[in-house]
């Protein structure tokens, strides 16, 4: 019983590593297009796939890690936190929305993608929030001068989420049997 707990804790940890050095990586080779990314899909992905706990440490380690080769400030606390929200509201509201609707898996996939665009945006505007506050300014100031870097990163998230999830599609396909 111990051996089976210890097996699947570094199956769970080994897990972690792997995946947040594929999204360090990913995020330093996109750092020349600013918020243009795929980890956000990726930390949607992990969440439906291997839950919230496990999709919270991939992004904690991926921010942490990559804030060395980025910058690192006050902001990696706020982007942790505001990941975390969005993964919460994706794994607990948007996501088993998508799957109680009767759609084709087509249609399903497009509204899935979407709706991780409009996380892409949340996690923005979140940001955006964060740095009003930090320097005493109006929210809406933020939010219009990152309005192309926030619609960058809705765009994009809304074109790798699909072709993540088909990468993903076997994973997925497991956890729901």
Not at 100 to 122: N, R
């Amino acid at each position: 019983m111990e051996r089976k707990g210890l097996s699947s804790a570094l199956q769970q940890i080994s897990r972690i590593a792997v995946l947040s050095a594929l999204c360090v990586a990913l995020r330093y080779v996109f750092a020349g297009l600013p918020n243009v990314q795929p980890i956000t899909a990726i930390f949607l992905l992990i969440s439906v796939i291997w839950g919230f706990r496990q999709s919270f440490w991939v992004m904690a380690v991926t921010m942490l890690v990559s804030s060395f080769l980025l910058g690192f400030g006050p902001w990696v606390l706020w982007q942790i936190m505001a990941f975390a929200l969005i993964i919460l509201v994706w794994r607990h509201l948007l996501y088993p929305l998508t799957e109680k609707l009767w759609f084709s898996q087509m249609l399903k996939l497009v509204l899935q993608s979407l709706f991780a665009g409009l996380m892409g945006a949340l996690y923005g505007c979140i940001i955006d929030f964060c740095y009003a506050l930090l320097y005493s300014m109006p929210w809406w100031t933020y939010v219009l001068a990152g309005l192309s870097f926030n619609l960058a990163h809705a765009l994009s998230t809304v074109f790798f989420y699909p072709l993540l999830a088909t990468s993903f599609r076997r994973l997925i396909y497991e956890k729901n049997q």
